[in-house]
Nanobody, 124 residues
Framework: QVQLVESGGGLVQAGGSLRLSCAAS????????MGWFRQAPGKEREFVAY????????YSADSVKGRFTISRDNAKNTVYLQMNSLKPEDTAVYYC?????????????????WGQGTQVTVSS
């Protein structure tokens, strides 16, 4: 069982930056691929980024590529999402997720565990 707790959300002006953190419980954090998804009001949850458990490589959605960076610190059981050049359309609840078994990391179905979410609001 893995518990995920997100933090770092808030209100920021367009063009600003935020760093989201997701702290995970458990001793096998390094064996999980970690992802970030977001859900805007009235929209479905969508993939943002993931970082692979083995290679440590990060992959992101085209909508955030070049602006958002995912990273992980296995010693701290934490995954981060650095968000720069924020836009009003980035406003959403951001969710952290964990996948122990290989699957489609771009899809919600590929993840077994989810955090409660943190609100990010970008004002114009």
């Amino acid at each position: 069982q893995v518990q995920l707790v997100e933090s770092g959300g808030g209100l920021v002006q367009a063009g600003g930056s935020l760093r989201l953190s997701c702290a995970a419980s458990g001793r096998t954090f390094s064996m999980y691929t970690m992802g970030w998804f977001r859900q805007a009001p009235g929209k479905e949850r969508e993939f943002v980024a993931y970082v692979h458990w083995s290679s440590g490589s990060g992959y992101s959605a085209d909508s955030v590529k070049g602006r958002f960076t995912i990273s992980r610190d296995n010693a701290k059981n934490t995954v981060y999402l650095q968000m720069n050049s924020l836009k009003p359309e980035d406003t959403a609840v951001y969710y952290c997720s964990a996948a122990r078994y290989s699957g489609s990391y771009y899809s919600e179905s590929g993840y077994e565990y989810w955090g409660q979410g943190t609100q990010v609001t970008v004002s114009s």
